[in-house]
């Protein structure tokens, strides 16, 4: 009878502790934010003062945002650059990105504008792969009334991450911004950041979970794409 008694406690004891990991294993089933870790973004003193530093949980580092614009009678066009520094746990990873969007007018009227593009390339503790792009996304009619439409990838050690447009919280309108991202791998939502508040608010997957670098590098690539929309 003890041995029996000894065994169901161990029994209870073994899936009391698995079920953490259950939880935190289940895909569309449980809600993308509640699998994973909410951070706001916190400031950080940078290397200079146009090297802004940055914190999101264990992620730490700087970005370095340009603007530029080309203004022309008929046609104009917006330039974004982006210069990041993200420590990891596997080191640092540094990101160069750029691209922007063109847009023909007459008398000061919009009536064409060129498919927006923006790119990232990785070095450091990147992986060799490592890759990143951005561009329009058509989406329902609903999402685009909600905000513009965005779609793209990240290629991290032969796994490609898919992310797009999606308000994620606060109000339910942009007024014409992009709100946020979600960020899915293999169809499964596995993170995001919103931009939809007085600071971005990012959903990192769970502390070792093979996603999380991936993810907290691709969310911090989004954010700092000055998005022509949200000037």
Same mark, same amino acid.
């Given at each position: 009878?003890?041995?029996?008694?000894?065994?169901?406690?161990l029994?209870i004891?073994?899936?009391?502790v698995?079920?953490?990991? +259950?939880?935190?294993?289940?895909?569309?089933a449980?809600?993308m934010?509640?699998?994973?870790?909410?951070?706001?973004?916190?400031?950080?003193?940078? #290397?200079?003062? *146009?090297?802004?530093?940055?914190?999101? &949980?264990?992620?730490?580092? %700087?970005?370095?945002?340009?603007?530029?614009?080309?203004?022309?009678? %008929?046609?104009?066009?917006?330039?974004?650059?982006?210069?990041?520094?993200?420590?990891? #746990?596997?080191?640092?990873?540094?990101?160069?990105?750029? &691209?922007?969007? &063109?847009?023909?007018?007459?008398?000061?009227?919009?009536?064409?504008?060129? #498919?927006?593009?923006?790119?990232?390339?990785?070095?450091?503790?990147?992986?060799?792969?490592?890759?990143m792009?951005?561009?329009?996304?058509? &989406?329902?009619?609903?999402?685009?009334?909600?905000?513009?439409?965005?779609?793209? *990838?990240?290629? %991290?050690?032969? +796994?490609?991450?898919?992310?797009?447009?999606?308000?994620?919280?606060?109000?339910?309108?942009?007024?014409?911004?992009v709100?946020?991202?979600?960020?899915?791998?293999d169809? +499964?939502?596995?993170?995001?950041?919103?931009?939809n508040?007085?600071?971005?608010?990012?959903?990192?997957?769970?502390?070792?979970?093979p996603?999380?670098? =991936?993810?907290?590098?691709?969310?911090?690539s989004?954010?700092?794409?000055?998005?022509? =929309?949200?000037?």
């Amino acid at each position: 009878m003890r041995r029996l008694t000894f065994a169901c406690v161990l029994m209870i004891l073994t899936v009391a502790v698995a079920a953490p990991f +259950v939880a935190s294993a289940q895909d569309e089933a449980v809600p993308m934010r509640d699998r994973t870790e909410r951070i706001g973004l916190a400031g950080r003193r940078g #290397p200079s003062l *146009f090297r802004p530093g940055f914190a999101v &949980g264990e992620y730490t580092g %700087w970005a370095s945002l340009r603007d530029n614009e080309v203004r022309l009678p %008929w046609q104009s066009r917006d330039f974004t650059s982006a210069e990041l520094s993200i420590m990891t #746990p596997a080191g640092e990873v540094t990101a160069s990105c750029g &691209g922007g969007q &063109g847009h023909r007018n007459i008398l000061g009227i919009t009536f064409d504008r060129d #498919p927006i593009s923006y790119d990232c390339d990785y070095a450091g503790a990147a992986p060799a792969d490592a890759a990143m792009g951005l561009a329009l996304a058509r &989406g329902s009619i609903l999402r685009r009334l909600q905000q513009p439409q965005r779609a793209g *990838f990240l290629t %991290w050690n032969d +796994v490609e991450y898919r992310t797009e447009t999606r308000r994620i919280g606060g109000l339910p309108f942009g007024g014409g911004a992009v709100m946020g991202y979600v960020i899915s791998r293999d169809g +499964v939502e596995v993170g995001g950041v919103d931009l939809n508040g007085m600071r971005p608010t990012f959903y990192l997957p769970p502390e070792g979970s093979p996603d999380r670098d =991936a993810v907290a590098v691709l969310a911090l690539s989004l954010w700092a794409f000055r998005d022509p =929309a949200n000037r």
